[in-house]
């Protein structure tokens, strides 16, 4: 195939290139144009001028909002590799092998554009490479996740590169990192489930600063559990969205069977959610911090705690009795609201308790721009994806 019909066939798929930016003059395609142009703003404007102009950062709060969305809720969302690809390869639940790919691709772009973002936050961003070859904090558990970071990002683009080469008509290529893929599952398991402990980690080193109902000897261990309810849901969410949106890319799978298995989800999802509500209320008693309650933080944690755990789960209870999957997709729309809500009460909102609300950190309108950019490439790399390669069918 010639390159200027692969390109014509395989990436405008089969338009011209008038035809094809015609089908592209949406309003929501304007909207994410204005949104990455705010984006790249944000992003030139902070290479150019420092951190100190671009951001509200300080000595008191070094990390922001590029932390604690980009990383800490972004790695959290970027869990649906590690659920679904641990389920279907590893514990032989092949009846969900139709999910595996999808949130495969949603690990890959989550942790890809994790990193992209994160260069925007370090001082020195052009050193980011200097922790695989130049600079070896063996003891340092940021050491620790730069490195699960880079390796599972090759985990990854292993586990979905048989989609590419059949895409460019690679076959050899294909099969070879086809017997690669459970090899990869199996040492993505091992590194995935490291930092998104290793994230909670890093907080255990301020038991002063985080206000005590966050704080626990246990953040690792809760990071961990979030994580993996957290990419539960994102799968029940994606899933549902790229059932409609993408409908015309998925063959021999009904609504009915599409129903059964989001239902499937909720129930792990409600294992979880029941076992991390458990945890919390031990450790809540084990430290005898029911006192610490009676104020605006206690209301806050036990927001976050019923309202986005156990009444989700509750919520699947009902939802499974019933077998009504729209239930399921609601709460599991609930349990990523409270993951991102965890996150930010533990890195922004609780962190530096003590300091008055008018001296805490608000981040400025271009933090906001350029992590809304991050999220905007990650949907548009996507649907760009999805729409040429058999990631759903």
């Known amino acids: 195939m010639r390159a200027n019909s692969f390109f014509r066939e395989k990436v405008l798929l089969g338009m011209s290139f008038k035809d094809y930016l015609k089908s592209h003059l949406t309003v929501w395609n304007f909207v994410a144009l204005v949104i990455l142009a705010l984006s790249f703003y944000a992003m030139i404007y902070r290479l150019l001028y420092g951190l100190g102009p671009a951001t509200n950062l300080s000595d008191t709060y070094p990390w922001g909002l ?8 972004g790695i959290a969302l970027a869990a649906p590799g590690l659920t679904v690809g641990t389920a279907v390869y590893l514990l032989g639940a092949k009846d969900y092998k139709h999910f595996a790919k999808p949130a495969i691709l949603s690990s890959l772009l989550g942790y890809i554009f994790a990193v992209f973002a994160l260069m925007f936050d370090l001082g020195r961003y052009y050193r980011i490479f200097y922790v695989i070859g130049w600079s070896w904090g063996l003891d340092s558990i940021l050491f ?3 490195w699960h970071f880079f390796l599972y990002i090759i985990i990854c683009l292993v586990e979905w590169s048989p989609s590419l080469f059949e895409w460019i008509g690679r076959e050899r290529l294909k099969d070879f990192f086809s017997k690669l893929g459970i090899w990869a599952t199996v040492f993505g398991v091992i590194i995935a489930g490291g930092h998104q402990s290793a994230l909670g980690g890093l907080f255990l080193i301020a038991p002063t600063k985080i206000y005590p109902l966050w704080y626990s000897p246990l953040l690792p261990i809760f990071f961990l559990m979030s994580a993996l309810f957290a990419g539960i849901s994102m799968v029940i ?3 549902s969205l790229a059932h409609r949106i993408f409908k015309d890319r ?7 069977d599409f129903a059964e298995k989001t239902i499937g989800f909720g129930k792990v999802l409600l294992v979880l959610l029941f076992a991390y509500f458990l945890l919390k209320i031990l450790d809540l008693s084990h430290h005898n911090n029911w006192q610490y309650l009676a104020n605006e933080f206690g209301y806050l944690y036990a927001f976050e705690l019923i309202g986005f755990v156990l009444i989700p789960a509750l919520v699947i209870i009902y ?17 990523v ?4 809500l965890n996150r930010f ?14 001296e805490k950190y608000y981040p400025t309108w271009m933090e906001v721009a350029l992590s809304t950019g991050v999220v905007t490439l990650i949907i548009l790399f996507y649907r760009f994806i999805v729409r040429r390669m058999a990631i759903l069918s």
């Open 345 to 358: 009460n533990v890195s922004l909102i609780a962190y530096n308790w003590y300091i008055p609300f008018s």
């Open 237 to 239: 969410i994606e899933s």
């Open 144 to 146: 620790l996740i730069a």
């Open 66 to 73: 590029w932390i604690s969305f980009d990383i800490l809720v």
């Open 337 to 340: 609201v409270g993951v991102v």
């Open 250 to 256: 998925i063959k021999n799978f009904s609504d009915e």
């Open 319 to 335: 939802s499974v009795k019933q077998k009504a999957p729209k239930l399921v997709r609601i709460s599991a729309i609930l349990v």
